[in-house]
């Protein structure tokens, strides 16, 4: 879980302040010692924890009573406020050039996710509507520029390559000569990583930034590292000069000490994040929904975000008129089933619910394995009509075809299932279900319909056809 420990430990400093009527200088100790514990654990550099505490201590003493907010709550809410003012505050957005292509040169050691980031990147900003192109400079690892060359398939966006025998700062002019060709919008450019800093790479990076005078300048940095990436990015900036961070592999780091120390150390914000292996998986540093995340209230506003982003791919506006006029089908229902997947693993999404991380992995496997025996239910359904072919052949040469349609709309008219016990039969045998069990389904449409349009505020109709025996 994201942060997961973080989170548990500072759980332990609000408990501290239960039953206290206000902030004081000595009620705080005890839950400041366990902030301080709790972020250096996490793997916040020193002279930072020191900042933050000192300043969290310095608000909460005197900060009086307010009416209907207890003591630890407020203490909540200071923490918060400086976790996110530690993290920069606003969200830090890619700059693009006014005029020619956007250049974004990408820089970081090896194994921190720096071609799995270019890749993504580019599908991030093709969703954003701009054309892209990949320019593959790490010339010491020729699996790195296939691996490019495959990802850049991926996702659809043309690979720049010009092998391992030319120098990155040649690779680097070639590319964006091309991509000035093509009137590409957005060039980002591989670079070599090392197993450490050395002299080699930063000539080498130097070099090639001369060359592309790119926009941003990104160090991918691993979250897993901790601190240390905070020290990297500071180091990479006075070498180079960065314009910010990308911060992969934050679906793994339970601690946070990266994703809290870089804007602090290095006076670079963190832009973008990875959070998993797909191609989808980078998106903007939002400070407040990681201290959101960090205080264990659910990461909401992610949540919202990422639900809008699906169900507009699935016409949102459409779905809404079904849902008042009660026609909610199953094809929709197997559009919103689809949609939940796309968003990830129901353990994903479900945690971004606020009160919902705590529902069991088992609950969870269960719930997914009946949406597949849902699924294979109305797959077994009729969409729309069908047509039966019957072919009567005379002699070789000769044949009458027998063409009739029949509607059969069983997924767009659930009634038609719901009225006829023949058809519930035929379902479960294609579906290789039982019988109570496409009632169940059927009578659950009809349940749902009722159940979103009251949602919707809409309470009239809606009545539910009971099943014919
Ligand atoms: P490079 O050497 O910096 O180019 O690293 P790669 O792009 O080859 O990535 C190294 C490994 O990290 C690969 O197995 C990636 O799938 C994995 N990886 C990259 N980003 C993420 C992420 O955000 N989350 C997770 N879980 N894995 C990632």
Known sequence: EMFGQLTSGLEAAWTKLKGEEVLTKENI???????????????????????????????????????????????????HDELVKLMGGEVSELQFSKSGPTVILLAGLQGVGKTTVCAKLACYLKKQGKSCMLIAGDVYRPAAIDQLVILGEQVIVP?????????????????????KKNNVDVVIMDTAGRLQID????????????????????????????????????????????????????????????????????????????????M??????????????????????????????????????????????????????????RAVAKMGSMTRVLGMIPGMGKVSPAQIRDAEKSLVIMEAMIEAMTPGFCFFFHLISFNTKQCLILVWLRWTEEREKPEL?????????????????????VSQLVAQIFQMRVRMKNLMGVMEGGSIPALSE
């Open 29 to 79: 100790a005890e839950p400041m010692r366990d902030i301080r514990r709790a972020l250096l654990e996490a793997d916040v550099s020193l002279p930072v924890v020191r900042r933050f505490v000192q300043s969290v201590s310095d608000q909460a003493v005197g900060l009086g009573v307010i009416r209907g907010v207890k003591p630890d709550q407020q203490l909540v809410k200071i923490v």
């Open 159 to 179: 690979v720049y390559t010009a092998g391992t025998e030319v120098k990155p700062a040649d690779i680097a002019k070639q590319g964006l000569q091309e991509a």
């Open 199 to 278: 002299k080699g790479m930063m000539d080498e990076l130097k070099d090639v930034k001369k060359v592309l005078n790119p926009t941003e300048v990104l160090l991918v940095v691993d979250a897993m590292t901790g601190q240390e990436a905070a020290a990297l990015v500071t180091t990479f900036n006075v070498e180079i000069g960065i314009t910010g961070a990308i911060l992969t592999k934050l679906d793994g780091d339970s601690r946070g000490g990266a994703a809290l120390s870089v804007k602090e150390v290095s006076g670079k914000p963190i832009k973008l994040v990875g959070r998993g292996e797909r």
């Open 280 to 337: 989808e998986d980078l998106e903007p540093f939002y400070p407040n929904r990681m201290a959101g995340r960090v205080l264990g209230m659910g990461d909401v506003l992610s949540f919202v975000e990422k639900a809008e982003e699906v169900m507009r791919e699935e016409d949102a506006e459409d779905l809404q008129k079904k849902i008042m006029s009660a026609k909610f089908d199953f094809n929709d229902f197997l559009k919103q089933t």
């Open 417 to 437: 299932l719901a009225e006829s016990p023949e058809r519930r039969k035929r379902v479960a045998k294609d579906s290789g279900k039982t019988e109570q069990q």
